[in-house]
Structure formats: structure tokens, C-alpha cells
């Protein structure tokens, strides 16, 4: 016997609820298995499952009650209206690193009018921030750097799917940058301090990849490598911006403004209230 898709959403949302899990989960993973959007989904609520769809729904499920990322379990998450392949080498993209592109391509439109840009990402994980301002910046020319074999694989991936053209670098930080000077460059580095581990849901620590997460100087240190690294390597004007901590704000803040003196330095805030971004506006 099968079930409707309503009663498998409820009893999966249950199970989900008893383990203190999200229970949006289910809707994201019967999406994934019958193929409908969610307003289609909606409309169909009481539609049988087939036999295939709910053997197929229910192994899923068990695998984020065990504890497993639905984005993983998927290998899909949306980033900014678009679909990007994930697994465990890289980063789940979130939404605030969507607010990161948004800002920059508005101070981009004000900064670099009617130029063809030299854009670069700094620790691309999945490709997200690399591949979307291409999406979004046609003309720009898009490089994007990670250390990890396996992150790129999955960032070329995403790029082909995605029918962009960009150059991707394997190496540390900004190292394989060096021999160029760049209008834009975006990162968003690991910026959590090993401490903070304790705070964090098992989801996360069991799952996504460590490096891509912590580091060192109670969550500094790439920040402190950044801002060294990169003045030689920016035009003028330039653009750079970074993803933040929401404890961060002040002492990344001054890294840069120390590291470019005559820059302006700004702290933005996330649709949240919280201290999220940081843009240094290099001028002439």
C-alpha cells in the first residue's frame, strides 16, 4: 500500500520534530522525489505516491534523521534562484552570502560603470559566489581560487551545469592571484574560532567539511592573511569584500582599514540586524 503525499509529510514531519530536526526537511525532500515545484506540490497534496517514490522518500528521511544535511542528501541547494550541486567537500551556500553579491554588485554599478571587471573568489567551495556574479555580471572576467581538489570539482561542475565560463585556480588564499592586479575580489572564509564548536548543531560539525569552517586566531586568521595579501594585488579603484562572523565586525573592520589606509571601509549588516559583511572601497 502507498500513501498520500500528505500523510507521508506528516508522519515524516513528526519523526523530524521528535529528533529536534527541521521539519521543513520533509517538504524540501518530496519535492526532490516527485519533481514538483512547491505550489504544484500544494495542489497535489493528496495524490498517491507510487511505490518507487515512497521507498525512495522514506530512505531519504532516514537519512536526515540520522543527522545528514537534507542539502546533502538532495546533493542540491538554492543559491540566489539558482540550483548548485553540494556534497560533503563543500560549503552548504547560504542566504547571507546572497546579501554578499547583492552588495557588491551594487557598489560595483557605482564604482566601475560600463567596465568589463577583473573578478575574483577567494575560497570558492561550491562555486556559488564565483558563478553567480558571472550569472548576474556577464561581461565580468571570473576567476575563482580553493585549496581543495575536491571543492573545485564540484565548483566546475556547478559552473558548467550553469553554462558560465570561468578560470579556476587550485591554491591558498590569494597565492595563485598573485600575478595579476583585480578589480573585485569577494571571500567568504572560514570564520568560525574552534571554540565556538559547542555551539554548533551536529548537523553541521558531523558533516560539512571542517577547513571550509574554523580557523585559527579565534576566527581571524584568513581575515589577517587577506588583508596582507592583498593590497599589492588590487587596481585603483578596487572593490573587496568578505563574509564575517557576527562577533567580527570591529576587528575585521580594522584589519582592512589598516592594511588600505585611504580606503573606505564599511560593516553592513545582514537582513538579520547582524554585523555579516565588510567592503573596502579602495579609491584612486
Known amino acids: 500500500m502507498t500513501e498520500p503525499i500528505y500523510i507521508a509529510l506528516n508522519k515524516a514531519a513528526s519523526l523530524l520534530n521528535e529528533k529536534g530536526l527541521d521539519t521543513g526537511a520533509a517538504r524540501i525532500l518530496m519535492e526532490f522525489i516527485t519533481e514538483k515545484t512547491s505550489a504544484s506540490l500544494l495542489a497535489d497534496i493528496r495524490e498517491e505516491l507510487t511505490k518507487e517514490q515512497q521507498t525512495k522518500f522514506w530512505s531519504k528521511v532516514e537519512e536526515v534523521l540520522a543527522g ?19 556534497n560533503e567537500h563543500v560549503l552548504i551556500p547560504r542566504p547571507e552570502t546572497e546579501e554578499l ?25 561550491s562555486g556559488a559566489i564565483a558563478i553567480t556574479f558571472k550569472k ?14 575536491e571543492a573545485l570539482s564540484v565548483a566546475k561542475r556547478n559552473a558548467e551545469l550553469l553554462g558560465v565560463d570561468i578560470e579556476f585556480l587550485e591554491g591558498d588564499m590569494a597565492v595563485p592571484l598573485s600575478e595579476e592586479k583585480w578589480d573585485v575580489i569577494l571571500s567568504n572564509p572560514p570564520y568560525i574560532a574552534h571554540e565556538e564548536a559547542i555551539e554548533m548543531s551536529d548537523t553541521v560539525l558531523s558533516h560539512e567539511p571542517h577547513s571550509a569552517l574554523f580557523a585559527e586566531e579565534d576566527g581571524l ?28 565586525g570591529s576587528a575585521v573592520h580594522k584589519l582592512f582599514a589598516d592594511a588600505f589606509p585611504t580606503a573606505i571601509v564599511e560593516t553592513i549588516q545582514d537582513i538579520n540586524g547582524k554585523d555579516r559583511i565588510i567592503f573596502c572601497k579602495i579609491s584612486e
Open 101 to 125: 553579491i547583492y552588495g557588491a554588485i551594487e557598489r560595483c554599478e557605482a564604482l566601475f560603470p560600463n567596465e568589463s571587471l577583473k573578478f575574483a573568489d577567494i575560497g570558492t567551495g
Open 136 to 149: 548576474e555580471c556577464p561581461e565580468a572576467d571570473v576567476t575563482a581560487t580553493d585549496i581543495s581538489t
Open 221 to 248: 586568521y584568513f581575515y589577517r592573511k587577506l588583508a596582507e595579501s592583498l593590497p599589492p594585488l588590487m587596481k585603483k579603484p578596487a572593490l573587496i569584500g568578505v563574509e564575517i562572523g557576527h562577533m567580527q
Open 68 to 86: 545528514r544535511p537534507v542539502q546533502y542528501v538532495t546533493g542540491v541547494e538554492s543559491f540566489y534562484g539558482r540550483l548548485f550541486e553540494v
